[in-house]
Nanobody, 126 residues
């Protein structure tokens, strides 16, 4: 059974940093595209950052570019999201997502991912 479990969320002041982790189990995701999405209250879930399968190519939403960094540790089957210079607008539930191994590209759409975690809350105060 495939599971993605996020951790690292919490309450932080504006300008602070957090690092989210997503540990995968049930299969290796080293050959899969991985991504982080987020959903703020009253909003739809939106793409934040993605990491393409097999290499280090990354893509970011314009709103987080230059502040957030996605990375992976294949030995630990873990994906990270380092978030710096956090703003109140970053407050949301953050979700980890993984694509099936047959998918060659990293998508900014939810439909591009086959496995999802339960989410971790990030709250940024002023």
């Amino acid at each position: 059974q495939v599971q993605l479990v996020e951790s690292g969320g919490g309450l932080v002041q504006a300008g602070g940093s957090l690092r989210l982790s997503c540990v995968a189990s049930g299969r290796s995701f080293s050959s899969s595209a991985m991504a982080w999405f987020r959903q703020a209250p009253g909003n739809e879930r939106e793409f934040v950052a993605g990491l393409r399968r097999g290499d280090v190519t990354t893509i970011y939403a314009d709103s987080v570019k230059g502040r957030f960094t996605i990375s992976r540790d294949n030995a630990k089957n873990t994906v990270y999201l380092l978030m710096n210079s956090l703003e109140p607008e970053d407050t949301a539930v953050y979700y980890c997502a993984a694509a099936g191994a047959w998918k060659m590209t990293v998508s900014v759409q939810e439909a591009g991912y086959d496995y999802w975690g339960q989410g971790t809350q990030v709250t940024v105060s002023t």
